[in-house]
Each structure stands twice: as structure tokens, then as C-alpha cells.
């Protein structure tokens, strides 16, 4: 990975300030579908400070009061600073959104996506693709930031550096973000073709931390503590968005607070360890979820908990099946609690990476202007999965 220019940037012990926002690390758990519930955002801020955001909701799914948008608008009794990140493509329904968080549930910090990749998302025009449309962008912005103003709450955006290496956005999402009041913009180093493949780049990060005047995040490529502290150093960036990184790994969180704060930084847990957070996580999930449902989301966790491990098959097959704490239990009890963390797993990729797609899947004429002002844009009531 190339160096970029270095640009100022806050010393490791000043945390993360959003508007009327302060978080003592500059940590943001990147929302991921079906992964950052309650449970996880509980577990992942028991082991450090930062920021953790809620799972993407639709802004129309939550107005119409869909149901299945409102379940997954739950928090934990000690989440303190309730974070949410809204999908909308209708500037009405994103600001009406953002007005019910904070008036109805307490939310002290909103960011709206326009990264998200998934071809069921950009074909409708949201997530990635609609940074596109600049003027569609700085409507959806208005509407969000006025919203927002008289609860005091910050408003922020997602995005990336754009559809394809031939059509860029980030630079003027990064203006009209600043333009429209937004509290920071957090940028992935990739764009929509690319997904979750190939490498982030973070000098496209360092150029919109060089070209705005609000805080930039940077996300992409962040495995290790030691890569948050050489994106800072490289990019300039206020703070960074973790996400895949920390799959089956909430321990990162703490090794991301004690590097920001110039404390030594533990990443080595043994299995025993590991095993541990695994049996916390299932019973958090449980405690929000009941039993049974709360066992089948922790079988997706089982992979990432035990990659690289040399737990066998049949224990790993076991673990991904259970139904009740007890299995959780009588199942982790068989891993060999001394067993080294492998060495081997450090500073690699985590969770999907795929390859990238010769096209990014686009609504019928999108690429023909730029502006898309009022542009009349369908936007599904359910939340749409990815992020």
C-alpha cells in the first residue's frame, strides 16, 4: 500500500468529536447486515470505546412502521449513545426518518448510507449509486441535517470513491456534505465494482481528507490496530470505520482503543479466551433474542471465531448447529483452551471478498446526468440487506 501525504490529525488520546458528539476512541464499528444487533454492538463495547452503529434500516420501512424494520431497531439497556445508520433514496422519507429517531428512540448519532454495493440496493438507485446524482445527494443531506438540528443530533454519510474507476463520486460527496452541514463524512477505499475485493485505497481517503473541511473517516482494509494507526498516519483521517475486521474478533476494539491511546496492544488471545467471548456473545444474543433464534445467529459466528484454529471438523460442524446454550457450553468445553492464537491470521482478510463485478448494476438511463434532483426513485418499505 502506497503512502499518501500526511495531513494533520488529532493525537491518539483526543477520541472522535461528531457535532455535539464526543467518543473517547476514533473507532466506528461499521454496520453489517445481520451482524451488528444489539448483542454484537453489547460485546464489541464491552471490550473498548468507540462508536457502534446499528445494523442499516430503511428511512420509508421506518415510517410506514414496517415491522421488520422495527425489529431491528433494538438496543441494548446499557447502549448510552445509540447510533443508527439509515438507507433511503427519497429525501421526505430520509428526513422524516431521522426526525422520528431522535424524537422517538433516543438516537444520538445518524449515518446515512451511500456505499452500500449489493446490486439489489444500486439498482433501485440507493446505497453506492446514488452519489451519482449530486443534486439527488444534496436534497437527501438537507433533508437529514434539518432534521436533525433541533435535537442537537449529527448527521453523517458512507460512501465510496464511487460506481467504477471511471466515474469517481467521492470528491463531491465530500463537498456537498460539508456544504450541507454535514458532521463528517467516512469514505471505503473501493468502489461499488469492486465490492469487498482487491485492495482499499487509502490515498483516494487522503485526498478527500486534503479537499474537505469536516472530519473523514477512513474504512477499508483495517485488520489490525496497527493498520488504524497507519491509515492515521498516512491519510490524516479524524478516525476510522471498522467492519469486516472484526469478525469473530470484538477483541479488536480493545486493541484499537489501547493503540489510540499509546497503550500496548494485546492481540494474541489463546483459544480458551476466544472460546470465552464466543459463549458471551451466544448469550447476549440470547438474552435479546430468546434461545432459540439468538443460537441460530451465533452459528454464523462459528467460522470467523475459530479461523485458523485447529479445532476439527466435526466440533466446528457441531458448533454450527446448536439450539441451546448447553450445546454452546458441552461443545466449547472440547477446545483445547491453551492452544496459541495463529500468527497466521494476523493482517489477512476477513468475512466475504468475491471479485469484481464487470458492471455495477444501475437503474435504466442512470449514468445519463448528474444531478437527479427530485428524481423520482422507488424505494422499498423492507430493509434491504448488505451495507
Same mark, same amino acid.
Given at each position: 500500500?502506497?503512502?499518501?501525504?500526511?495531513?494533520?490529525?488529532?493525537?491518539?488520546? /483526543?477520541?472522535?468529536?461528531?457535532?455535539?458528539?464526543?467518543?473517547?476512541?476514533?473507532?466506528?464499528?461499521?454496520?453489517?447486515?445481520?451482524?451488528?444487533?444489539?448483542?454484537?454492538?453489547?460485546?464489541?463495547?464491552?471490550?473498548?470505546?468507540?462508536?457502534?452503529?446499528?445494523?442499516?434500516?430503511?428511512?420509508?420501512?421506518?415510517?410506514?412502521?414496517?415491522?421488520?424494520?422495527?425489529?431491528?431497531?433494538?438496543?441494548?439497556?446499557?447502549?448510552?449513545?445509540?447510533?443508527?445508520?439509515?438507507?433511503?433514496?427519497? !429525501?421526505?422519507?430520509?428526513?422524516?426518518?431521522?426526525?422520528?429517531?431522535?424524537?422517538?428512540?433516543?438516537?444520538?448519532?445518524?449515518?446515512?448510507?451511500?456505499?452500500? !454495493?449489493?446490486?439489489?440496493?444500486?439498482?433501485?438507485?440507493?446505497?453506492?449509486?446514488? !452519489?451519482?446524482?449530486?443534486?439527488?445527494?444534496?436534497?437527501?443531506?438537507?433533508?437529514?441535517?434539518?432534521?436533525?438540528?433541533?435535537?442537537?443530533?449529527?448527521?453523517?454519510?458512507?460512501?465510496?470513491?464511487?460506481?467504477?474507476?471511471?466515474?469517481?463520486?467521492?470528491?463531491?460527496?465530500?463537498?456537498?456534505?460539508? %456544504?450541507?452541514?454535514?458532521?463528517?463524512?467516512?469514505?471505503?477505499?473501493?468502489?461499488?465494482?469492486?465490492?469487498?475485493?482487491?485492495?482499499?485505497?487509502?490515498?483516494?481517503?487522503?485526498?478527500?481528507?486534503?479537499?474537505?473541511?469536516?472530519?473523514?473517516?477512513?474504512?477499508?482494509?483495517?485488520? %489490525?490496530?496497527?493498520?488504524?494507526?497507519?491509515?492515521?498516519?498516512?491519510?490524516?483521517?479524524?478516525?476510522?470505520?471498522?467492519?469486516?475486521?472484526?469478525?469473530?474478533?470484538?477483541?479488536?476494539?480493545?486493541?484499537?482503543?489501547?493503540?489510540?491511546?499509546?497503550?500496548?496492544?494485546?492481540?494474541?488471545?489463546?483459544?480458551?479466551?476466544?472460546?470465552?467471548?464466543?459463549?458471551?456473545?451466544?448469550?447476549?444474543?440470547?438474552?435479546?433474542?430468546?434461545?432459540?433464534?439468538?443460537?441460530?445467529?451465533?452459528?454464523?459466528?462459528? /467460522?470467523?471465531?475459530?479461523?485458523?484454529?485447529?479445532?476439527?471438523?466435526?466440533?466446528?460442524?457441531?458448533?454450527?448447529?446448536?439450539?441451546?446454550?448447553?450445546?454452546?457450553?458441552?461443545?466449547?468445553?472440547?477446545?483445547?483452551?491453551?492452544?496459541?492464537?495463529?500468527? /497466521?491470521?494476523?493482517?489477512? !482478510?476477513?468475512?466475504?471478498?468475491? /471479485?469484481?463485478?464487470?458492471?455495477?448494476?444501475?437503474?435504466?438511463?442512470?449514468?445519463?446526468?448528474?444531478?437527479?434532483?427530485?428524481?423520482?426513485?422507488?424505494?422499498?418499505?423492507?430493509?434491504?440487506?448488505?451495507?
Amino acid at each position: 500500500m502506497s503512502a499518501a501525504t500526511t495531513a494533520p490529525h488529532p493525537g491518539p488520546t /483526543s477520541g472522535l468529536t461528531l457535532g455535539n458528539l464526543h467518543v473517547d476512541a476514533p473507532v466506528v464499528l461499521a454496520p453489517m447486515a445481520g451482524i451488528t444487533n444489539a448483542a454484537y454492538r453489547r460485546l464489541c463495547a464491552e471490550q473498548g470505546a468507540g462508536l457502534y452503529v446499528c445494523e442499516m434500516i430503511t428511512s420509508r420501512g421506518l415510517v410506514e412502521g414496517d415491522q421488520h424494520t422495527q425489529d431491528m431497531l433494538v438496543f441494548d439497556e446499557l447502549e448510552t449513545t445509540r447510533s443508527v445508520q439509515l438507507y433511503g433514496t427519497d !429525501p421526505y422519507y430520509v428526513g422524516r426518518a431521522v426526525q422520528i429517531l431522535c424524537e422517538e428512540h433516543g438516537v444520538a448519532h445518524v449515518d446515512l448510507n451511500f456505499g452500500c !454495493p449489493v446490486p439489489k440496493v444500486t439498482r433501485k438507485g440507493g446505497g453506492g449509486a446514488l !452519489p451519482w446524482k449530486r443534486g439527488l445527494l444534496r436534497e437527501i443531506l438537507e433533508q437529514a441535517v434539518k432534521a436533525a438540528e433541533p435535537f442537537g443530533v449529527p448527521v453523517t454519510m458512507k460512501t465510496r470513491k464511487g460506481l467504477d474507476d471511471d466515474h469517481l463520486t467521492f470528491l463531491d460527496a465530500g463537498r456537498i456534505a460539508a %456544504e450541507t452541514g454535514a458532521a463528517a463524512i467516512a469514505l471505503h477505499g473501493r468502489t461499488v465494482a469492486q465490492a469487498y475485493s482487491g485492495q482499499a485505497d487509502w490515498e483516494s481517503i487522503a485526498a478527500l481528507v486534503e479537499a474537505v473541511d469536516i472530519p473523514v473517516l477512513g474504512n477499508g482494509d483495517i485488520w %489490525e490496530a496497527a493498520d488504524a494507526l497507519r491509515m492515521v498516519e498516512q491519510t490524516g483521517v479524524a478516525g476510522v470505520v471498522v467492519g469486516r475486521g472484526c469478525l469473530g474478533r470484538p477483541w479488536l476494539f480493545r486493541d484499537l482503543a489501547a493503540a489510540f491511546a499509546g497503550e500496548e496492544v494485546a492481540t494474541l488471545p489463546t483459544l480458551g479466551e476466544v472460546a470465552g467471548m464466543m459463549r458471551r456473545h451466544a448469550e447476549l444474543l440470547c438474552q435479546h433474542m430468546g434461545e432459540e433464534r439468538g443460537c441460530k445467529e451465533f452459528r454464523k459466528h462459528v /467460522s470467523w471465531y475459530l479461523k485458523g484454529f485447529a479445532a476439527g471438523g466435526e466440533l466446528r460442524k457441531a458448533l454450527a448447529l446448536v439450539v441451546t446454550l448447553e450445546d454452546v457450553d458441552r461443545l466449547l468445553a472440547e477446545l483445547d483452551p491453551t492452544e496459541p492464537f495463529p500468527v /497466521s491470521e494476523l493482517g489477512t !482478510p476477513r468475512g466475504r471478498q468475491g /471479485s469484481p463485478r464487470s458492471k455495477v448494476v444501475l437503474p435504466e438511463g442512470w449514468l445519463d446526468d448528474t444531478d437527479g434532483a427530485r428524481c423520482a426513485i422507488t424505494e422499498d418499505a423492507g430493509a434491504p440487506t448488505g451495507g
